[in-house]
């Protein structure tokens, strides 16, 4: 059964960085395409940032220089580390995980980040 679970979620202040950090159970990340979306308020869910089974990683222009995707197969965790904090980057941040040829793709609960002084 897959499972993702996020932490490290809170209140920054601009400039400041956190690091996401989200557990994944019941996956294998050399057949699974992991990553980040975020959603504020009425707004769309977005992509923030991903990496592909090859370890191939992608980032939205918004955050790209800032955030980086990593993961950790041991510890089947997947972090998100965000630098240089702005208030537009305040969302309820979800992990994202879908096998290769598979049309599931699984979700967390979310985690959220509120950048404000």
């Known amino acids: 059964q897959v499972q993702l679970v996020e932490s490290g979620g809170g209140l920054v202040q601009p400039g400041g960085s956190l690091r996401l950090s989200c557990a994944a159970s019941?996956?294998?990340?050399?057949?699974?395409?992991t990553g980040w979306y975020r959603q504020a308020p009425g707004k769309q869910r977005e992509l923030v940032a991903v990496?592909?089974?090859?370890?191939?990683?992608n980032y939205a222009r918004s955050v790209k220089g800032r955030f980086t995707i990593s993961r950790d197969g041991a510890k089947k965790t997947v972090y998100l580390q965000m630098n240089s904090l702005k208030p537009e980057d305040t969302a309820l941040y979800y992990c994202y995980a879908q096998r290769l040829q598979s049309p599931i793709d699984y979700w967390g609960q979310g985690t959220q980040v509120t950048v404000s002084s």
């Open positions: 019941g996956i294998i990340f050399s057949i699974w395409n």
């Open positions: 990496m592909s089974h090859s370890d191939s990683t």
